[in-house]
């Protein structure tokens, strides 16, 4: 005959991943009932959003499974109440908690100094090429008061959802996890006048209270300048390098330098240089026009000791794809050369992602 | 025989035209020599790079003209040393003084929310025409992170003077008056790293400490975004108005609503719409090419009440021109009709310019 003890001792082993401490300790196991060889059990979570939920039922299961005498685990799953965190977190209220359960492998912010020279698109289409080739990402839009990302991901209004313990970001059609200011607003034309400070803080936010989950790559895309949202970002974030955008304008690349000169002086990596709207493409002849004047991003490269990553085109049919939410739709053959040599270069992120929580 | 008394006494009833009192009792006559019909007078003035000297001098010189017996004026010029301006203004070293030496009758902001779309392009071509009219032109470069202005307006480094008062602006070949970090920087491509104080502080010192003299017309580039820049502008400078600039793809035009919503909550008239980039002509066949899909602009400038005052091509000339200190050498044809709308809607600006100064 198997008792509940029994079965909460073997419980007792099953450690929660990020936790670092075990299931009954962490008043997680609920209901237990026994009926012969039949143990069905309620775990109660954090958050059903967790990202290890599977680990830890998976865990648990096989732990019970081993006690003598048991044939079939069913595990039900529960979500914590606000006490019961509290009891555990007593700090679970302060900003930042969410970041507890995300595990994000690489960092790369994409930025460019200027304005307008596709830094958005290069954060989606690199975004897209990373999940065509099966990892989990995610796309952090850092652009606060011009927001691109949403519609280039969304055909229709998305809304994130919010959890217990942060904001759920709103998934792309090809699973890719977005957040950004504009799914917060009650329209996406809606102005977001705000000075530095409060930019900084929604940044953070994004960082700290948006539960990301796992992740091999989020992308971050950054609005122009070298003011409060590149410094947030550089300064706030484990970041493994940024990505520069150009164009073709000699005046971009002085703008770009600038960029770089501040991803120096931060100490940022920067991982490549890609040019945007380099040439575009005559429908009726096939000729190559530069129509913002010759390319200029190979000297710039090597004045900045960066590797030119590429050279994209301006095609109408991206932004007619991104004007309507499916960037997802663009066959980013010509980008994912680019996003192979960008996930080789970019090194996981530089700081522990994992502060151990401050309980009592 | 004429006395210096008399002399004195004439020019007591001549007024500084700024700051309403006379030349004596500010000081202003220096020495005086008379021989016979002759009167030999210097005017110590706030800065020789006052705007108003001319007018001061003929005034003066008048004056002594009119007394009985005198034949010939000469005026010589000084500057007042800084002990005698503040005498005249014991608050001359704070910041801001140099507005009150100027007198700039509208300014015009341009914005667009979303950058790249050519906004500073639009600035440029903007002063030129208003230039090529005969105006008096300035432009405050207010993009202290990602400056254009100076490359478009200069081949070769330029340096601005410092006057006693404040520091002049660079003037350009006809004759533009422009001011931008870039021209205050060691080395163009130099970063500036700056939260949004230092940018409000540096776009309220491009106003107040600015020699700009007598303008018809302030162009100010904004950067991209609805932070501080814009809300520094929007709120510091008397704006006769925003003309906001969008390119055909429909997430710009979504950034631009943004710009027009702050632009509405700050109460400042939106003077009417341009797009940029709206085609490319294809050299071979004259085509026109929507590189960025078709435009967008005519709803939008009806969305936004607003007139569409135009639309621009994209041409490769233009990006050559701007690369290289040569924007005046472009044949504005197409962009005066716009200006001239402009200058017939844009009303002087809306707060009174010219504090009197507060002398003990």
């Keep these: 005959m198997i008792t509940e003890e029994q079965v909460r001792q073997a419980l007792a082993k099953v450690m929660d991943p990020e936790l670092k401490r075990n299931l009954v300790e962490l008043g997680m196991v609920r209901k237990v009932e026994i009926k012969d060889s039949q143990v069905r059990l309620t775990l109660a979570l954090t ?15 096989a732990a019970v499974l081993a006690l003598e005498g048991v044939k079939e685990v069913e595990v039900d799953l529960a979500e914590m109440s606000a006490e019961d965190k509290k009891r555990i977190w007593p700090d679970q209220d302060q900003p930042g908690v969410a970041e507890r359960f995300n595990h994000i492998e690489r960092v790369i912010a994409v930025m460019s100094g200027k304005g307008g020279v596709g830094k958005s698109l290069v954060a989606g289409l690199l975004a897209v090429a990373l999940r065509q080739e099966g990892h989990q990402v995610g796309i952090l839009d850092a652009d606060i008061t011009g927001p691109s990302i949403p519609r280039m991901f969304f055909p229709t209004r998305q809304w994130p959802q919010g959890g217990p313990l942060g904001i759920l970001p709103v998934e792309s059609k090809t699973g890719i996890k977005v957040m950004s200011i504009n799914l917060l607003l009650q329209s996406e034309d809606q102005a977001v006048i705000w000075r530095g400070p409060l930019i900084s803080g929604a940044i953070k ?11 091999d790559y989020l992308i971050v895309d950054l609005p122009p300048g070298t003011s409060d949202a590149a410094l947030t ?71 900045l000791y960066v590797p030119l990553l590429g050279r994209l085109p301006i095609e109408p049919r991206i932004a007619e794809l991104c004007d309507t939410g499916r960037i997802e739709d663009y066959p980013a053959e010509e980008f994912a050369p680019i996003a192979q040599k960008l996930a080789e270069i970019a090194l996981p992120a530089r700081r522990p992602m994992f502060p151990v929580p401050r309980a009592k």
Tied chains: 1, 2.
Excluded: H
């Design 47 to 61: 958050t059903l959003a967790c990202p290890l939920k599977d680990q830890i039922v998976a865990e648990a299961r």
């Design 233 to 303: 970002v550089m300064q706030s974030l484990p970041l493994s390098g940024v990505v520069l955008v150009t164009s073709p304008q000699g005046l971009a690349g002085m703008v770009v330098k600038k960029a770089a000169q501040m991803a120096a002086q931060l100490n940022v990596p920067i991982l490549g240089l890609i040019e945007n709207m380099s040439y575009a493409v005559c429908p009726d002849t096939g000729k190559k026009l530069e129509v913002f004047g010759p390319s200029k991003s190979e000297g710039l490269a090597r004045q």
């Design 205 to 215: 936010q994004f960082w700290g209270d948006i539960i990301w989950g796992n992740l």
